[in-house]
T-cell receptor, first 115, second 113 residues
Framework: AQSVTQLGSHVSVSEGALVLLRCNYS??????LFWYVQYPNQGLQLLLK??????LVKGINGFEAEFKKSETSFHLTKPSAHMSDAAEYFCAVSPRGGSNYKLTFGKGTLLTVNP | NAGVTQTPKFRILKIGQSMTLQCTQD?????MYWYRQDPGMGLKLIYY???????DKGEVPNGYNVSRSTTEDFPLRLELAAPSQTSVYFC????????????FGQGTRLTVV
């Protein structure tokens, strides 16, 4: 069974600082990997996803993530935080192959950006 | 293009009451999901459907029922509301392919008192 772990339920950074949100997955075969963002009182929207091409994936709003098979990780980064990045971020996995496409989510990381 | 639409946005139920959360999508997606979101717990899958007439249980199906009579609609039914069902519910849809993006509705905030 697949699972995903997000290290740190709350991350606080200063505006302009590096953002690093951690995600590790557990799966016998490297899954599809996603990062979603949720702004207050809204649904989730896709930031970026890893399918099978380049291991460094660029997403919206300046975010990127790197797939590292040896570390079973898919950490999300942004070089310089902006106040508008304050939100909750979810890492998710979907199995590769077969007919089961269920998305499994991590518990989320709340990002606070301080002025 | 409305995407995924959920109604209602907010609801307060008394213990033992029933209600249906509505979800409709206009993207002709095969796959539809219902999740519940509780603070600090991420999203838990309640039920999902791979197409009209086909539904299956997710991680936390107890106390809920679903149906999928059309591609567009995927309602979630609570028969006997309990305080443990107080949560925010999200409907989502995607194409039937594992790497596809899931599109989410705005959520329904349900309180059972």
């Amino acid at each position: 069974a697949q699972s995903v772990t997000q290290l740190g339920s709350h991350v606080s950074v200063s505006e302009g600082a590096l953002v690093l949100l951690r995600c590790n997955y557990s799966s016998s075969v490297p899954p599809y990997l996603f990062w979603y963002v949720q702004y207050p009182n809204q649904g989730l929207q896709l930031l970026l996803k890893y399918t099978s091409a380049a291991t460094l994936v660029k997403g919206i709003n300046g975010f990127e993530a790197e797939f590292k098979k040896s570390e079973t990780s898919f950490h999300l980064t942004k070089p310089s935080a902006h106040m508008s990045d304050a939100a909750e971020y979810f890492c998710a996995v979907s199995p590769r192959g077969g007919s089961n496409y269920k998305l499994t989510f991590g518990k989320g990381t709340l990002l606070t950006v301080n002025p | 293009n409305a995407g995924v639409t959920q109604t209602p946005k907010f609801r307060i139920l008394k213990i033992g009451q029933s209600m249906t959360l509505q979800c409709t999508q206009d993207m002709n997606h095969n796959y539809m999901y219902w999740y519940r979101q509780d603070p600090g717990m991420g999203l838990k899958l309640i039920y999902y459907s791979v197409g009209a007439g086909i539904t299956d249980k997710g991680e936390v199906p107890n106390g809920y029922n679903v149906s999928r009579s059309t591609t567009e609609d995927f309602p979630l039914r609570l028969e006997l509301a309990a305080p443990s069902q107080t949560s925010v519910y999200f409907c989502a849809s995607s194409y039937l392919e594992g790497s596809s993006e899931a599109f989410f509705g705005q959520g329904t905030r349900l309180t059972v008192v």
